[in-house]
């Protein structure tokens, strides 16, 4: 089945400091997404990148959606010690069926250092 | 908050158990989707319905079984539970049939002893 590998796994940063991290996968996806997840709370999503090439920002984030359709970054630009938690990138083939279901990454604990 | 309420928030059982866990999607989603997040497997998919009715399938055990009311809440039922089930469960709900800007509810620990 599709698998989705993200990294890095884990990154320690300072306040401040930009983040990129990314995710690829074997085979393509029609719909990006980018979740965060809080400790003791559910995935909370970020941006939806729905077309090849498509750079989308939200506030201090940008994600782009890579033209190969097999890949996909998020930025996140100075920051701040609430950006701690889990980013998630989950991807869907769409249209019908199980295409509608997210397959997601691993995710990738961030930690920010005040 | 998400507006997904999910029913309870934690829950311990034994072995060979059998429970149910409750979701009630954002008012007007029609579409209510079930995950498992493990610390080994990640977020898994494991079923969606659609306005009462099962859409999609994933990596659900057959001792696993969901469904949809008519008022559009969902439940998930475990039963002959192993120590492996314990995880995470969330329920996510989404307007329209496709998985996009789906909203997760806080989900469900279940604890098997």
């Known amino acids: 089945g599709q698998q989705l590998n993200q990294s890095p796994q884990s990154m320690f940063i300072q306040e401040g400091e930009d983040v990129s991290m990314n995710c690829t996968s074997s085979s393509i996806f029609n719909t990006w997404l980018w979740y965060k997840q809080d400790p003791g709370e559910g995935p909370v999503l970020l941006i939806a990148l729905y077309k090849a090439g498509e750079l989308t920002s939200n506030g201090r984030l940008t994600a782009q959606f890579g033209i190969t359709r097999k890949d996909s970054f998020l930025n996140i630009s100075a920051s701040i010690p609430s950006d701690v938690g889990i980013y998630f990138c989950?991807?869907?083939?769409?249209?019908?069926?199980?295409?509608?279901?997210?397959?997601f990454g691993k995710g990738t604990l961030l930690t920010v250092n005040p | 908050d998400s507006g997904v309420t999910q029913t309870p928030k934690h829950l311990i059982t034994a072995t060979g158990q059998r429970v149910t866990l409750r979701c009630s999607p954002r008012?007007?989603?029609?579409?209510v989707y079930w995950y498992q997040q493990s610390l080994d497997q990640g977020l898994q998919f494991l079923i969606q319905y659609y306005n009462g009715e099962e859409r999609a399938k994933g990596n659900i055990l057959e001792r696993f079984s969901a469904q949809q009311f008519p008022d559009l809440h969902s439940e998930l039922n475990l039963s002959s539970l192993e120590l492996g089930d314990s995880a995470l469960y969330f329920c996510a709900s989404s307007v329209a049939g496709s998985g996009t800007e789906a909203f997760f509810g806080q989900g469900t620990r279940l604890t098997v002893v």
């Open positions: 008012s007007g989603d029609l579409s």
């Open positions: 989950a991807g869907q083939l769409g249209s019908g069926g199980s295409n509608y279901k997210l397959t």
